[in-house]
T-cell receptor, first 115, second 110 residues
Framework: DTAVSQTPKYLVTQMGNDKSIKCEQNLGHDTMYWYKQDSKKFLKIMFSYNNKELIINETVPNRFSPKSPDKAHLNLHINSLELGDSAVYFC??????????????FGPGTRLTVL | QKEVEQNSGPLSVPEGAIASLNCTYSDRGSQSFFWYRQYSGKSPELIMSIYSNGDKEDGRFTAQLNKASQYVSLLIRDSQPSDSATYLCAVTHNDYKLSFGAGTTVTVRA
């Protein structure tokens, strides 16, 4: 059984389009995250939700909007896609925020390519 | 200003040797320290966590933490070709945020 799943795995789209990435975890965790990993492999936190409440909102363009319909799901919607948005987006979850002491489990990633 | 710094590598070691990876962090209030392994095209996977000064061993892996020097390292003993991956150092602060270094790519030569 997949613990943290993301769809789609690959996403190729044109500049200016709007797209969504979905994430689901079946671990019973309260906390979920979105990370962006750029071409230099640098992994950076974007957002975190704890039990559907936003707790981390890094300096991310407001074209990016996370939504957590319930604590097992965290989706990422991106408006007006730009070339610089091309990256791998990872969803992750942990039992609780707890200052980060709980292990974060990562999904398989969504490779977004903006043409 | 980077919060977590690692040697980008690549670090090439022969099979059976010790691979030594280093990481420094800027926030003296950092509380928890992690090493993740990421194979090419895959997601990061936690291999070690350490919270207090000293050494922590798990199989062939040893993490070392020195909070006074703001330094954390990972030793991989008896390196195997399957250890070839990028190793990410990650540090948490008091605001739930996990900050990653850029990673060190390790290649183990058979």
């Amino acid at each position: 059984d997949t613990a943290v799943s993301q769809t789609p795995k690959y996403l190729v789209t044109q500049m200016g389009n709007d797209k969504s990435i979905k994430c689901e975890q079946n671990l019973g965790h309260d906390t979920m995250y979105w990370y962006k990993q750029d071409s230099k492999k640098f992994l950076k936190i974007m957002f975190s939700y704890n039990n559907k409440e936003l707790i981390i909102n890094e300096t991310v363009p407001n074209r990016f909007s996370p939504k957590s319909p319930d604590k097992a799901h965290l989706n990422l919607h991106i408006n007006s896609l730009e070339l610089g948005d091309s990256a791998v987006y990872f969803c992750a979850s942990s039992l609780s925020p707890s200052g980060g002491t709980d292990t974060q489990y990562f999904g398989p990633g969504t490779r977004l390519t903006v043409l | 200003q980077k919060e977590v710094e690692q040697n980008s590598g690549p670090l090439s070691v022969p099979e059976g040797a010790i691979a030594s990876l280093n990481c420094t962090y800027s926030d003296r209030g950092s509380q928890s320290f992690f090493w993740y392994r990421q194979y090419s095209g895959k997601s990061p996977e936690l291999i070690m966590s350490i919270y207090s000064n000293g050494d922590k061993e798990d199989g062939r892996f040893t993490a070392q933490l020195n909070k006074a020097s703001q330094y954390v390292s990972l030793l991989i003993r008896d390196s195997q070709p399957s250890d070839s991956a990028t190793y990410l150092c990650a540090v948490t602060h008091n605001d739930y945020k996990l900050s990653f270094g850029a990673g060190t790519t390790v290649t183990v030569r058979a």
